[in-house]
């Protein structure tokens, strides 16, 4: 590693949707790839991961969707309502975004989860490797543990059963630079990151806790899947907070407009 913070922006799989499951407004019922055709707020949902190069650790947050979502979400229902672009057999996932920067699994010092949905700890279980430290937020991990059968709404067991997760109590200092931000409201516990880059200044990736630019507002625009809305509310006002003491570039979980702008690797890292 350098010894230069470095942060590149992996892609790790574009899903399509109804956009109301990210953006309540008036008037609109969520549909499924069935059910596309009709007037819906459908289009894509882009997940990512950032990777994030310290002369202390090597740290990935967050994983993307797994190839095998179909048939792994099947019995959620939910691969009708977040099917994923890429082939399952080609590029645009976890593992060819780490490959296309010639990184494995085992090169990552520090995986930390920002919530153990689907879409976000699905290749978790990649890194159950006795080297790589798994980090979330206390909150998520104590309640994943009410969870009876295959899953409970978008969080499905199987993606983190059995790892050693490290707890992580509040905002908390994971290396000089680079820090999580406690946001609920999503999930029980949710959490943002935020990189204090050298030459590009803070970045804070919302993950959940803001999926899109329409929902940061003011006012801030609640989505679909909430599990604590007034929790979600003091969450986004916490964000907006920091960005307006830091002058933060945000960057939001699941925006397709906002991802066209961004330099994405293997093309492009920040400094």
Known sequence: MSDAMKLH???TGVMECDHTWLLLQAGNTITSRHDKHK???WGECPTHAVLVETPEAR???????PRDWETRWAPTGFQDFFPVQEDPAGPGYLDTALADLELTTDDIDILVL???HFDHAANAKAFDNGKTRILAQHDEIEGVKTIEGYSKGAHIVSDFAGLNIEAVHGDAEIVPGVSVISTPGHTWGTMSLRVDLPS??????TSDAVYLGASWGPPAIGAGIVWDSVGWLESVDKLRRIQAETGAEMI????PEQRKGLTLAPLGFYL
């Open 252 to 255: 939001f979980g699941h925006d």
């Open 59 to 65: 740290i990935l947050w967050d994983t993307g969707v």
């Open 114 to 116: 920002s919530h153990l």
């Open 200 to 205: 590009s200044g803070t970045k804070i990736f």
């Open 9 to 11: 922006i992996l892609s």
């Open 39 to 41: 007037p819906a707020a």
